[in-house]
Every structure is written in structure tokens, then in C-alpha cells.
């Protein structure tokens, strides 16, 4: 009948068109660096950079004010975009599969495109004064197998944070020191009706929550070029989580807590314990609902407490003639006065030298200030990382009703076997 | 179709051209005004379905950086993924549970609408609201409703006395597909029931008048009359259905959003997180299971059509 020879002309045809598509090559076939808004050999007078919405009100402030003070001083135009952190990883794959790349990107990870070979090193675009002032242990984990690719943008270093009143209502006096007494008073707290410590274990950030406990068993996620995810101190971390998830003093489910999630518990005054930072501190001094307060993390075995920290990656894409407007951004943003401006708006912490003495008035930062220079971060200098990091976030949380070790093993299998 | 052919004339060489003028257009005219739609079609569907399949043949970094061809590795490498069998199975509970489901409530309540009673086009207008308003806003709501620690529902319950442990509806793995389907009904349910009522009201009433007449009771009116004679908007509702719940993403991503893994995700939700959130990050890989979608989709429409088909065959 004429409907099926029809239908099978036009099958026929959207087959034909499909294999065509596909035999020809392919047009997004770009290699690393490739598509720049300029010929070659022309330099480019327009950037564009992505950056992550750190804050509603205060990120797309600072970059535009930002732009305006860049094209004043070098005559550079700044395109400025900011994403939400929620879809920020989608946007710049999807770009970089368009051949879009933008010539700066704000992202938590850098490694993965240094191993691309789509990213300047410092040697390149990072004037040596900045380099110098920028603090050592930056340097070290934005140093991919000898160049500096990742330039911190801001940092932000984790602490204990406690409830008063309900310390005080359980009976307890002063914040736990060690394991055993974080582990009594979660129960002491869990006693009188409220959530003794929040575990945030889901998908979206379980790898910092777990990096702060590991950290403070003297345990590492990778030493001296191994990954060491399974290791015996490892494993005992995760297996004390375990235990005091099943004793039911932390909220219900951590595996499917987020962050968010488990900061509103303390910020409503349900939660006796919480690692947080100086943006939760931030908020908790706006609203004024909780007596809260900020003590070293408690390690095992009571031995100094680790910091834990956190930095953001402003990195630069080669494309070709956007090398001096790219430098040119880099000598006007670790200006004391634009870096720091940044750093204090958004309520983190800074990644110079310079800032750190800047700091130093700010008592509320003290206890994080003091601790940053050493602080301990995840293995970000390493691409597999990346991978490991999404691994780390979707199988983590398995460990509250499964086995940690059969959970550490396989993350150990995946890091080792990840090209 | 032509009133001048005679018993006994060979019918006309070129099938369906008219004698008269009417109607007659140029083929290039033809195609100009056709051209915007065509213009639309190729550029909205096929351009984007032949990227997609190049796409599911190359070789992707996790940075999104195109380092090569891969082949039909990408395909295999669906195939093989250790959650797949979860994956389809999670798929084909939440398309038959939300179809189903949908579509006995939407029978009962177009019955209810097509009555007239005071403020029914109230009731009409308020009917059309949850297919109206965004899903994402529907799912964050429901995602509000169904909190363990500040939510409604648990706390309504707790209050009647019906449960004295909130339930953790999103969190709980043998709560979550009944808290997914109850969105995916309660979005669906607008749609279908004003096929319904369009499809009762093309229902002649001098046929159900005879029957009432006949001495049919009211069940045996429905079932022996009403519903054979819907079974078109019956099957417009199916198929409509089973395409949309198949390809919904907002409901099920939202709902899922501090669930780590796959253990509750349909195909479509599968795809996207392949790309984007997963261990793998591997567009290419997404992309082919994304051609592997439209294949299924297509596949279960053209075997639902085919039934249908047949059934009317032989019900003649």
C-alpha cells in the first residue's frame, strides 16, 4: 500500500542521511586549542571568561566591576559569564565539545584539561611576582608534572563547628579532642532528641566530608605517587562513620545528605556537630539563631588536628592571540586590591601571601588563617583524580549499608585502572 | 475522488491527479511554501540526530575534548554497563505504572467533569493547573512536600497519628519509585483527562439512550458501550503518554538529586548523567545511548500501533 512504500522511502532516506552524516568525518573533530574567535596570527582585544556563582549577590558585582577596571587599565574588553556551580561542569563540556572554549574558566578541577594540552602554564601568562606570592601548597597541588597550570582563585579551609546550647544541655563542656569523645558526645546529644553529628555522604560533595576525617587519621588519599584510598587508616575511618551512622547519631540516611542539607539541620539548632566553613559562618552570624562555635577537628588518637582545604582554579585556554590579554588578566586580578576585594565579598580565604597579612585583622578567620599555609588538600594535580573524585561521590555514601572496605577497594580498583 | 470516470474507462495513469486546474501547484511552489517546515524539520530533528549519532562514534575526554573515533565501542560499552539491567527495568515499571495508573483515574474523573454540576469550569481550570506549571517547579515542590525532616506530608502524617517514624520518601529505596510515580501521575493526569472528555463527548447519546432502553445497567453500559466506543482516544492517550512519561527527565532527575548511583534512574536520566555527573563523564558514550532511546521508543510505539491495528481488523 502506498503508506508503507512511503514510510519506507522515508526510513530509507533518514538512514542514508544519518550514515553520511557520520562517514564524513565528523565536523567536531577539533584537536586540542583549536577554534579561537581570531585568525591566526591576529591578536585578540576581546576575552571572555566563566565563572562560578559563588554568591548571588556578590559574584557578577565583582566581575563586572572587574571588567570595567580591566578595559580602563589594559584597553582589553572582558566578556564576562557567570553559571551556577549546579551546571557549571555540563556548560564548559558542552563548550569545550563545541569547540567554545572561553579563554578563562573558574572550575574546581584544572588537571584534566592540562592533560588535554588545552591550558597555558604560568610560564606563559602568570607574571613571577604573582607566582611568588601565590602560597606554597597552591603552587604544589596546581603543578601538573612540572608546570603550573591551576591559578587559585580563592580558598576555603573546613573546621569543626559545635552547638553551644545543645553541648551545654547534654552536659558537655568543652569540644571533643578526640574520636572516642566526639563519638560520646554525638550519643550524649542523640539523647536529648537532636542529631548528635551531620554526616554528609551524597552524591554531591561526599569526598570533602570524607577528606577531613581521613586527613585526621593520618591517612591520605595518595602518597609519594600511589593512590592509598584503601589503606588500613582508611578504612578504619570509613568504618567509624559506619558505626556511628548505625548507632543512629547522625541525621537519617547520610548517604543521601547533602551539604545544604546538613548545614540547615545546624542552622536550625537540630544538629549538635558539623564541618563547615566561613560561608556557613557567615550565615550563622546573620540570622543569630544559633550559639555556635569553631574548634579544631578532632583527630583519632588526639594528635594535632589536620585542615582540610579547598581551592578553585581560574585557568587559561590556548587559542591563539589571546596570550597578552590573558596575562594581562592575571597581572590585574592577584592585585591585593581586586584578589582580595574577591575573597573578603564572598566571605573565603586567600590564597597569597599577601593576603593571608591582609587577613590577619579579620578574628572571626583566625582559627583558619593560622592553619591555611599547612593545610592538606585532595590530589587535584592529577588528572585521574577527576575520575576518581565523581567516583568517590556516587559509591561513597554505599559504605552506610554496605561493607567499607569492599567500597574503598573498588574506588582504589578505579583510581589504579583510570588512564 | 474523480466524479467523471465511467464504468468501463481504464482508470487514470498518474494516481490522484486532478483533471481540473484546481488544486494543480508547480512543484517549485510547492516547496517554497513547504520550506519553512522543512527548514524546521532539518534543522530541529535531523541535523541534530546525524551530530548525535557522529557523536556516539567519538572518542570523548572528561574534559568534553573529541580525541578521536572510537568506533562502536561507545555502544558496547552501554551494553555492558553493570547498571543497565537495573536501569531498563526501573524504566519499563515507571512507564506501565504511570500510564496505567493515569489513564484509570483520568476514565473515572472525565466521567465526573462531562457532568454538569456548579463550578465545574472552575474545576476544569484548576484540573489544567499541575500540567501547566513547569516540572522542574512541580518536582521541586514535591521534593519540599516529601522531606523527611521539614516536610508536609510527613508531617500531616505524623499529626493524624498514621505513622510515628517520618518516612523518608526520596531516600529509602523502596519508597522512591512510588514517590516518583505519584509526580508522574499527578503531571500526566490534566492532559489525559481532557482527551477523555473530548472523547465522551463525540459519544452520540441516542446510543446509550437505546441501551438504557434495552434495560442495560449502568455498568454494563460503560463497559459494553462507553469504553469501546473511546478506543480512540484511548489509544491517542496511550501513545501520547508512553512517549512523554518515557522521555520525562525533570521528575525523575530532581526527585533523585541527593541519590547517589543509578538505582533509580529510567533510561533518559541514565543518558544524561553519563555525560555529565557519573564516573564515566563520557559524552560519547552517552550519545550512544542516546540513539539506543529513540530506538526503543520507536520500537515500543510501532509495536503498540501494530496491536491496535490488528485489533481493529479483526473487531470488523
Not at chain 1, 589594559?74 to 559569564?81: A, P
Not at chain 2, 535531523?46 to 568506533?71: C, E, H, N, W
Not at chain 2, 482516544?233 to 501520547?240: F, K, N, S, Y
Request: hydrophobic share 45%.
Amino acid at each position: 500500500m502506498s503508506w508503507t512504500k512511503k514510510s519506507v522511502v522515508v526510513a530509507g532516506l533518514a538512514v542514508a542521511g544519518l550514515a553520511l552524516g557520520a562517514c564524513g568525518g565528523g565536523t567536531g573533530a577539533g584537536s586540542a586549542g583549536a577554534g579561537g574567535s581570531t585568525g591566526g596570527g591576529q591578536e585578540a582585544k576581546t576575552i571572555k571568561i566563566v565563572a562560578a556563582e559563588y554568591s548571588k549577590d556578590h559574584t557578577k558585582a565583582f566581575w563586572d566591576a572587574f571588567a570595567k577596571t580591566y578595559k580602563e587599565k589594559t584597553g582589553y574588553t572582558l566578556e564576562v559569564q557567570v553559571v551556577s556551580w549546579d551546571n557549571i561542569d555540563q556548560q564548559s563540556s558542552t563548550m569545550i565539545q563545541n569547540n567554545q572554549a572561553p579563554d578563562i574558566l573558574n572550575l574546581n578541577a584544572y588537571a584534566s584539561y592540562a592533560k588535554d594540552g588545552l591550558l597555558y602554564d604560568s610560564d606563559a601568562v602568570l607574571p613571577a611576582a604573582v607566582k611568588g606570592d601565590i602560597l606554597d601548597t597552591f603552587v604544589k597541588y596546581g603543578t601538573y608534572e612540572g608546570k603550573f597550570y591551576g591559578f587559585p582563585d580563592l580558598s576555603s579551609a573546613r573546621a569543626f563547628f559545635y552547638n553551644k546550647t545543645l553541648f551545654k544541655q547534654a552536659g558537655i563542656n568543652e569540644p571533643p579532642k578526640t574520636w572516642a569523645e566526639l563519638e560520646a558526645d554525638a550519643k550524649k546529644i542523640a539523647a536529648t532528641g537532636n542529631v548528635g553529628y551531620a554526616l554528609p555522604l551524597g552524591p554531591e560533595e561526599s569526598q570533602g566530608e570524607f577528606s577531613m576525617w581521613l586527613f585526621n587519621n593520618g591517612g591520605t588519599w595518595k602518597d609519594a605517587g600511589k593512590w592509598t584510598i584503601n589503606s588500613d587508616k582508611n578504612v578504619e575511618t570509613l568504618t567509624f562513620l559506619k558505626k556511628l551512622t548505625d548507632a543512629k547519631l547522625t541525621q537519617n540516611n547520610p548517604a543521601r545528605t547533602n551539604r545544604a542539607d546538613a548545614f540547615d539541620l545546624f542552622k536550625s539548632g537540630k544538629a549538635g556537630m558539623v564541618i563547615g566553613f566561613s560561608p556557613l559562618a557567615a550565615d550563622l552570624d546573620k540570622s543569630k539563631k544559633v550559639d555556635y562555635a569553631v574548634a579544631p577537628f578532632p583527630t583519632n588518637d588526639g594528635s594535632e588536628s589536620k585542615t582540610f582545604g579547598v581551592t578553585d582554579y581560574l585557568m587559561a585556554f590556548k587559542k591563539p592571540g589571546n596570550e597578552k590579554a590573558v596575562k594581562a588578566f592575571y597581572e590585574l586580578y592577584y592585585q591585593p586590591d581586586q584578589v582580595n576585594t574577591f575573597i573578603k565579598a564572598e566571605g573565603f580565604l586567600p590564597v597569597t601571601k599577601s593576603g593571608v597579612g591582609a587577613f590577619a585583622g579579620e578574628g572571626k578567620l583566625k582559627v583558619y588563617l593560622d592553619t591555611l599555609p599547612n593545610a592538606q588538600l585532595t590530589p587535584t594535580d592529577d588528572p585521574t583524580w577527576d575520575k576518581v573524585k565523581l567516583a568517590v561521590q556516587q559509591n561513597l555514601g554505599g559504605a552506610m549499608s554496605g561493607d567499607p572496605k569492599a567500597v574503598l577497594d573498588k574506588l582504589q580498583q578505579t583510581a589504579e585502572t583510570t588512564k | 475522488m474523480s466524479t467523471k470516470t465511467t464504468e468501463g474507462t481504464p482508470p487514470p495513469t498518474r494516481r490522484g491527479r486532478r483533471t481540473s486546474g484546481v488544486g494543480r501547484v508547480h512543484p517549485l511552489v510547492a516547496l517554497l511554501w513547504l520550506a519553512p517546515a522543512l527548514a524546521l524539520i532539518l534543522g530541529v530533528v535531523l541535523y541534530p540526530a546525524v551530530k548525535l549519532f557522529d557523536a556516539s562514534r567519538g572518542q570523548y575526554s572528561i574534559t568534553g575534548l573529541r580525541k578521536g573515533d572510537a568506533g562502536w565501542d561507545n555502544y558496547a560499552n552501554v551494553l555492558s554497563h553493570p547498571d543497565l539491567g537495573t536501569v531498563l527495568r526501573n524504566t519499563v515499571v515507571w512507564v506501565v505504572a504511570v500510564v496505567a495508573i493515569t489513564i484509570v483515574i483520568s476514565l473515572a474523573l472525565a466521567q465526573f467533569l462531562v457532568k454538569s454540576f456548579p463550578g465545574r469550569r472552575f474545576v476544569r481550570w484548576a484540573v489544567i493547573v499541575p500540567w501547566a506549571a513547569s516540572l522542574v517547579i512541580t518536582s521541586q515542590l514535591f521534593v519540599l512536600l516529601y522531606d523527611y525532616n521539614y516536610g508536609i506530608i510527613n508531617h500531616v502524617l505524623q499529626g493524624i497519628g498514621l505513622i510515628d517514624q517520618p518516612i523518608d520518601f526520596l531516600g529509602n529505596d523502596s519508597w522512591t519509585m512510588f514517590s516518583m510515580v505519584v509526580v508522574g501521575v499527578f503531571v500526566s493526569l490534566p492532559f489525559t483527562i481532557f482527551v477523555f472528555i473530548a472523547g465522551l463527548g463525540a459519544i452520540p447519546d441516542d446510543v446509550i439512550e437505546a441501551a438504557t432502553v434495552d434495560g442495560a445497567s449502568p455498568w454494563q453500559r460503560y463497559w459494553n458501550i462507553t469504553l469501546p466506543l473511546m478506543r480512540p482516544a484511548l489509544m491517542i492517550a496511550t501513545v501520547l503518554n508512553v512517549i512523554y512519561v518515557f522521555n520525562s527527565f525533570p521528575i525523575i532527575y530532581t526527585l533523585n538529586d541527593r541519590n547517589p548511583g543509578y538505582l533509580h534512574d529510567t533510561t533518559i536520566t541514565f543518558m544524561y548523567k553519563l555525560a555529565f555527573k557519573s564516573q564515566e563523564k563520557d559524552v560519547g558514550m552517552s550519545a550512544a545511548a542516546g540513539i539506543f532511546n529513540v530506538l526503543l521508543i520507536l520500537v515500543v510505539v510501532a509495536v503498540y500501533l501494530k496491536i491496535i491495528n490488528w485489533r481493529e481488523e479483526t473487531s470488523r
